[in-house]
């Protein structure tokens, strides 16, 4: 009971703390230096995390770069990198709040349906992360944003699964 209380009190506070404009800005303009990179964002976190791979049934237990050229992986990143731009293109203005948690919720209910686990968006995010890490202009002030911006996704979806 302690241990749910704690969680509800973590994700309380992470929607609790939207982000400001300027936090907005800074996870919207690091994310356009790499939101056409869908293809390499995928295989990154495929490459990282096999195991979220093995979540796809039409790329399960296939070589990565042997599906990496294909047009259902091109699709499926596509749609990924689309999902993550429609959020990060709404944050930071609170009129978008609902929007964002209709989203994020949708997400969680989404793919708890297929049995993805809160253990694999923590990986989701940490590939994630090291991917903006690699390719994009960045420091502590983006860190901190995209962290921010990760946490309040996060409690929402972890509240889902």
């Not at 989203?103 to 923590?122: E, N």
Request: glycine share 4%; net charge neutral; charged share 15%.
């Amino acid at each position: 009971m302690k241990f749910f209380v704690f969680f509800t009190l973590c994700v309380v506070g992470a929607i609790a703390s939207p982000l400001t404009a300027d936090e907005a800005n800074l996870v919207q303009s690091s994310w356009k230096q790499v939101s056409h990179n869908e293809v390499e964002i995928l295989a990154a976190v495929f490459a990282a995390y096999p195991d979220i791979q093995a979540k796809f049934p039409q790329f399960a237990g296939k070589d990565l770069a042997a599906v990496k050229d294909t047009a259902a992986f091109a699709t499926h990143a596509t749609r990924i990198v689309s999902f993550l731009s429609e959020v990060i293109a709404l944050s930071g203005n609170a009129s978008n709040a609902a929007a964002v948690q209709s989203l994020v919720s949708k997400l969680g209910d989404d793919h708890k349906a297929r049995g993805v686990s809160a253990a694999q968006f923590v990986e989701f995010r940490t590939a994630l992360v090291a991917y903006l890490e690699n390719h994009v202009s960045w420091g502590a002030n983006v860190a901190a944003a995209w962290n921010k911006a990760l946490d309040n996704t996060f409690a929402i979806v972890s509240a889902r699964l």
